[in-house]
């Protein structure tokens, strides 16, 4: 084990502030090896963990607009449209690290006080894991781009996936109904979709990318659920129950199907969590 050599907390700041895409990626992939190395500390209620900045740094040259402002995402049958596809992928991932270092650097301090110091510990080691995980996608993504003559930032994208962070800054239990449950989770229904269509225009690489980021994302969800139902028993409160209350008080958009049932229960997500408020 290697001593210790700063603060969790601080290099998940770090990361978030840094703006240039394949910085924020280099700054994740070293702050969780250095996680797991025993070079970064994380007492969670001391005084020097920081506060995180209420948004992360995003590339300069990237155009952002409401999801609203956004064209219908093409199904990627010209080159044109593939490469819109490929961008907007790349965006969900760029800021799914933001996701994962913000939940990390926000909520640790109270899954230490609720659940204690080794559920802190698994849930900063599971959403740290998805950071790696998904710094490891927006490579996969950007490197795709370049092979279609494109990058990230060559096209506008949405502030969605953060304008869901905000509205659950205040709670670890809306951040995980909603950012993993819910949005994690529909990925979880379209990308097979998406993966079969890329497949059947002759794309083998970009279908083993989006195989690859679908295998992923269970697990992710997964990570969602476990801790979720944990909060849930520590608050007396039914899982299912809790989880439908927060939806319909934090998520603004539509539950919709088809959805994947069976990569839902393998990330235990069971049916009876959001069938009954689908439309």
Not at 79 to 104: M, P, Q
Not at 170 to 180: C, E, F, K, M, Q
Not at 239 to 255: C, D, E, P, Y
Request: proline share 4%; hydrophobic share 45%; glycine share 8%.
């Amino acid at each position: 084990m290697s001593a210790v050599q700063g603060s969790l907390g601080a290099a998940i700041r770090a990361a978030l502030l840094t703006g240039d895409a394949k910085g924020k990626v280099f700054a994740t992939r070293k702050l969780v090896r250095d996680w797991r190395q025993g070079r970064l500390s994380a007492d969670c209620l001391k005084d020097s963990w920081p506060e995180m900045p209420p948004r992360p740094a995003w590339p300069e040259a990237l155009v952002v607009s409401t999801p609203g402002q956004m064209p219908k995402r093409s199904k990627g049958t010209s080159e044109k449209g593939r490469i819109a596809l490929w961008h907007a992928l790349a965006h969900i991932e760029f800021v799914a690290i933001d996701l994962a270092l913000d939940i990390v650097g926000r909520f640790a301090a109270q899954i230490e006080v609720d659940l204690g110091a080794d559920a802190a510990r698994e849930f900063i080691d599971d959403f740290l894991s998805v950071a790696a995980d998904e710094a490891m996608h927006f490579a996969l993504l950007d490197r795709k781009l370049a092979t279609l003559g494109s990058y990230y930032t060559a096209l506008p994208a949405h502030d969605g996936l953060w304008q869901a962070a905000e509205d659950t800054a205040h709670d670890a239990a809306a951040r995980l109904a909603i950012v993993p449950m819910v949005l994690e989770a529909r990925g979880l229904d379209v990308t097979p979709a998406t993966l079969n269509r890329v497949r059947a225009q002759g794309d083998e690489n970009g279908a083993k990318i989006l195989q690859r980021i679908l295998d992923d994302e269970i697990r992710h969800v997964g990570f969602g659920a476990k801790h979720f139902e944990r909060i849930s028993t520590v608050k007396g409160l039914e899982s299912a129950i809790l989880w439908q209350n927060l939806v319909k008080t934090h998520f603004s958009g539509r539950l919709k199907g088809p959805f994947n049932d069976s990569a839902r229960s393998a990330a235990g997500l069971p049916r009876d969590f959001y069938l009954g408020i689908a439309s």
